[in-house]
């Protein structure tokens, strides 16, 4: 077993996260398949969001994708956020997978943002 000076990066998943994506069909899967791998390798592979509604996503990162024969503007969205926000990340969490339009993905995204920050001030 090598170990590389570079440790690889992580990529975890919120379980609702999990659950969007086992709801995609096998051509979808296999982009979001895809997308992981790359984060592995760099956590700043998603374009940075910024202080747009839902505000709560701000630092968040956002990859648009879609079937690889598709030919008009990426229908879905996979949306995560490195932790710590600060400095080198040691994990992205995957928050949400699912279709742009009505801005589905973000807001489930937003939503369980303020679900992780509402538990943690009651348990901190």
């Keep these: 077993m090598s170990s590389s000076p570079e ?3 992580e ?9 969007d ?3 995609l069909d096998e051509v979808l899967k296999r982009e ?5 791998v790359e984060l592995h390798g760099n956590p700043h592979h998603g374009e940075l969001m910024g202080d747009k509604p ?9 990859v648009r994708f879609d079937e690889p024969d598709w030919r008009g503007k990426p229908r879905y969205r996979f949306v ?19 279709r742009r339009d ?3 993905a973000y807001a489930k995204a937003a939503r369980r943002v303020k679900e992780q920050a509402a538990h943690q001030g009651q348990s901190g």
Excluded: F, W
């Design 7 to 9: 440790a690889e990066h």
């Design 11 to 19: 990529v975890e998943a919120l379980a609702e996260a999990r659950a």
């Design 21 to 23: 994506a086992n709801q």
């Design 32 to 36: 979001v398949a895809r997308i992981v």
């Design 54 to 62: 839902p505000r709560v996503l701000k630092g968040c990162r956002k």
């Design 80 to 98: 995560y956020r490195n932790e710590p926000t600060d400095g080198a990340p040691a994990a992205s969490v995957v928050l949400a997978i699912g």
């Design 102 to 104: 009505r801005m589905i």
